[in-house]
């Protein structure tokens, strides 16, 4: 006589944290379950976490998908608390951080050239599903379980609650300045706003040994941009002067904006052979003319937040970048 084995029981851990169950933007006390450890795992307890426009974003149901009870937040900072029979890159006890995924196919090439953020099988740290149809929760938690490969290590000198947005505001601007080539010393970059990521990215690129210039709307910026975090120049985006004596004058410009916004205007300030990079989200298409593009070979691209290995080089061999950028 045949006989039927059991399911197999998936054992889960307990936790609690803060959930969306509408679009209204409310949070509520929410308790859910975690998988237990798995052999390649690491279990996190979370004690910091950013908190993102993103989130705001998935919460309100903006960009549409969103799947309530929702748990946000892909900035989170923690301390290892339990590792599995196979993991070796951490023990209980080290400071770690997890962003924005947390599971890719680990096949493609994408994946291969570890830039899993552009797998497309990717698994967003929240909102997302694993293969076996679990869902994923963010950071606004107590705890978090991942496959050890979605962790980076925290340098012991770096603060966990300054650390945290590196891991989303962060690697969404070191990204493109390095893969861009706009990261070399005496490079002239554009910064255009100065909200979560634009700060950042001065930041950084003032640590670089780049000469930074943030573009904004507001000229109440110009204070914050140059004396409090350095940058060499401002330019009021709706000063037609101003526009005019920076034409042709930027080796590259980051752009952190996701209102609707002129990229032919921030064309012109590129020099030829400049790159404009997008790393904001505006919710309609933006309109360039080939003009633009063509006379002067410059380039309009794109970037989103990093891979697992750029993301550790941020933390670790760009250290004293890091370090300069959340010390003030």
């Known amino acids: 006589m045949d006989t039927v084995s059991p399911p197999l029981k998936v054992e889960k851990a307990a936790a609690f944290g803060w959930a969306a169950r509408d679009p209204s933007g409310i949070l509520s006390p929410f ?35 969103s799947s309530y009870p929702l748990v946000p937040g892909h900035e989170i900072a923690g301390i290892v608390t339990e590792v599995g029979a196979k993991a070796r890159k951490f023990q209980p006890g080290d400071k770690v951080g997890v ?8 096949a493609c090439p994408s994946c291969e050239a570890s830039e899993e953020n552009y797998c497309p099988k ?8 694993f ?15 991942v ?43 554009g910064v255009v706003g100065l909200g979560g990521l634009g700060h950042v990215a001065v930041k950084f690129a003032k640590a670089m040994g780049l000469k930074v210039t943030v573009i904004s709307t507001s000229v109440g910026k110009k204070v914050e941009a140059v004396d409090r975090l350095g940058a060499d120049g401002f330019i009021l985006s709706t000063n037609e002067e101003q526009i005019q004596a920076a034409v042709g004058t930027l080796d590259g410009i980051i752009d952190t904006v996701s209102a ?18 997008l790393v904001g989200l505006p919710e309609a298409p933006l309109q360039v003319n080939a003009s633009s593009l063509v006379e ?19 933390l ?11 010390s003030s």
């Open 131 to 145: 293969p076996d149809g679990a869902r994923t929760y963010g950071g606004y938690a107590d705890t978090i379980v």
């Open 99 to 106: 962003g924005c995924l947390v599971g890719s196919c680990g």
């Open 147 to 189: 496959d050890e490969h979605f962790a980076v290590r925290f340098p012991e000198n770096m603060p966990l609650d300054a650390g945290a947005p590196l891991l989303c505001a962060g690697i969404s601007v070191y990204s493109p300045l390095s893969y861009y080539g706009l990261d070399k010393a005496g490079l002239r970059v």
């Open 31 to 65: 308790h859910f379950s975690v998988r237990a450890t798995g052999e390649s795992d690491v279990k996190i307890k979370i004690l910091y976490c950013g908190v993102c426009h993103t989130d705001l974003h998935f919460i309100r149901n903006d960009w549409g998908g």
């Open 316 to 326: 670790t061999s760009q250290q004293s970048t890091a370090s300069q950028l959340i």
């Open 296 to 314: 002067g070979r410059k380039s309009l691209v794109g970037s989103l937040v990093g891979g697992m290995r750029e993301t550790q080089e941020m």
């Open 122 to 129: 990717l698994i967003r740290t929240y909102n997302d599903t």
């Open 260 to 277: 609707m916004h002129s990229v032919e205007q921030l064309l012109r300030l590129l020099k030829a052979r400049g790159k404009l990079v």
